[in-house]
């Protein structure tokens, strides 16, 4: 990218996930293995996923819902363009890093140089150290692709004050064929009482269902990528699946305050795997 290119270092591991590789492992293993598809799954290949990011131990069963679709697919998804809301600082547009790999415990996985090149023509796309330094909603999927796939590159993309077009844009620009996987990184509904939060992310995940955009944050801090997400399955097609839908009072969070999780896949009508 630049002369100033470096890998990205984990800034959330030990904090969100194991830092030790061996615990990582073997945490990612577990939720995969109870997660394998059976009949409670759609037999799809996603072409795109919406997954969580909250630390592992809340969201990751509800995630490895997603990843575990994928194993089928290990050689076959060799680039994964993903798409997470800022959290940490202000962006406008989308931002992409200026780093030519990130890491994790699992090691380093190489950006795709060519594709954010081909993204830089955008106007909305920009390049920010700052945006992706400490961001959480991108890192936290990296290790489930690390441990499901094979080699492969990634495309990162923090989005900020983005319109669903934007996204969708740049989401169709980088679209390529069944060797790139789009990954939506996003929880739901943030703090609500238990009973509450499964209405309101029950109603959230029907829009999404209709591919009807969400109207506001508090429905999901990843409103603005699934937006861009949905503009597109409605170009390209593509029909939604839930998958999971349960909240941090399910796995590792008393009920009086918690976090909602989706996983998701959109794939053309009918596609096996």
């Known amino acids: 990218m630049t002369s100033q290119a470096h890998t990205r270092p984990p800034a959330v591991a030990g904090a969100f996930y194991q830092a030790e590789p061996e615990r990582l492992v073997g945490e990612i293993t577990a939720v995969l293995a109870e997660s394998r598809p059976g009949l409670h799954q759609a037999p799809i290949r996603p072409k795109a996923l919406i997954v969580p990011h909250a630390g592992h131990i809340y969201s990751g069963p509800i995630a490895a819902r997603a990843y575990a679709l994928l194993v089928p697919l290990h050689a076959a998804v060799r680039r994964v363009v993903m798409f997470g809301p800022a959290h940490r600082v202000a962006v406008r547009g989308l931002a992409l890093s200026d780093a030519e790999a990130f890491a994790t415990p699992l090691g380093r996985i190489p950006l795709d140089e060519d594709a954010m090149r081909r993204a830089q023509a955008l106007p909305q796309v920009c390049v920010s150290r700052a945006a992706h330094a400490m961001e ?3 890192e936290v ?3 489930f692709l690390q441990e499901v796939l094979d080699d492969f590159t990634l495309a990162p993309f923090v989005v900020g004050d983005a319109s669903a077009e934007e996204v969708a844009d740049v989401i169709e620009l980088l679209w390529g064929g069944p060797e790139t996987l789009i990954v939506i990184s996003s929880d739901l509904s943030h703090y609500l009482p238990y009973a509450e939060a499964q209405h309101k992310d029950r109603a959230t ?8 955009p969400l109207d506001e944050f508090e429905q999901a801090c990843g409103a603005l990528p699934i937006n861009g997400m949905i503009e597109v399955a ?13 909240n941090s009072g399910d796995t590792a969070s008393d009920r009086s305050r918690v976090v909602g999780y989706a996983a998701m896949a ?7 795997r």
Do not use: N, W
Request: aromatic share 2%.
């Open 136 to 138: 959480h909603s991108l």
């Open 234 to 246: 409605r170009r390209q097609g593509l029909m939604p699946s839930l998958l999971d839908l349960r």
């Open 266 to 272: 959109f794939a053309e009508p009918g596609e096996k």
């Open 141 to 143: 999927q990296l290790p």
């Open 205 to 212: 995940v029907d829009q999404i269902l209709r591919l009807t």
